[in-house]
T-cell receptor, first 111, second 114 residues
């Protein structure tokens, strides 16, 4: 079983719609959860992080964490063509320095 | 503005060559990482370092080694390049000792081994 799993997509949504991305992880003791956005040919950049159960909102982005279900999600509201990218879920396992990444979900926003 | 800089954006090397990928960060971060990224496989950790001269193997260390002689610099070495090491290589750094530490990435080096 992979440490971090995401639906690979591609996920295609119309402009203005909500894009919903999901991520599950295997280490129940994981403490920190990150969402990175990666445009084609570019390096990943952090867009959201969450540590506590529940929702965290930042502009059009909402991260949701459910530690009991080992599940973290990212919602992108009012999707724009500029949101078209690959979104990487990253998890920091307990007692570890490094991040484990999922394979990423590719999102395409149709104008 | 935080910065992680990789020495080359694109590299083409021949099979059997020894290849050096350099990474420098200016954020005084203790942790530094080397990942490779391949389509459908995501980012896979090759090696990481949490202090000068300290290193630990990641998930796919075979065929690679690393060097960290100074805090700001972390080098990835391909001892004898092979075609299956053609990939995008990403360096990252983060603060030590906090669960909240995000990783900052360099711009990536696309290596082609022919």
């Amino acid at each position: 079983q992979k440490e971090v799993e995401q639906n690979s997509g591609p996920l295609s949504v119309p402009e203005g719609a909500i894009a919903s991305l999901n991520c599950t992880y295997s280490d129940r003791g994981s403490q920190s959860f990150f969402w990175y956005r990666q445009y084609s040919g570019k390096s990943p950049e952090l867009i959201m992080f969450i540590y506590s159960n529940g929702d965290k909102e930042d502009g059009r982005f909402t991260a949701q964490l459910n530690k009991a279900s080992q599940y973290v999600s990212l919602l992108i509201r009012d999707s724009q063509p500029s949101d078209s990218a690959t979104y990487l879920c990253a998890v920091k396992p307990s007692n570890d320095y490094k991040l484990s990444f999922g394979a990423g979900t590719t999102v395409t926003v149709r104008a | 503005d935080v910065k992680v800089t990789q020495s080359s954006r694109y590299l083409v090397k021949r099979t059997g060559e020894k290849v050096f990928l350099e990474c420098v960060q200016d954020m005084d971060h203790e942790n530094m990482f080397w990942y490779r990224q391949d389509p459908g496989l995501g980012l896979r950790l090759i090696y990481f370092s949490y202090d000068v001269k300290m290193k630990e193997k990641g998930d796919i260390p075979e065929g690679y080694s690393v060097s960290r002689e100074k805090k700001e610099r972390f080098s990835l070495i391909l001892e004898s390049a092979s075609t299956n090491q053609t990939s995008m290589y990403l360096c990252a750094s983060s603060l030590l000792g906090t669960a909240k530490a995000e990783a900052f990435f360099g711009q990536g080096t696309r290596l082609t081994v022919v």
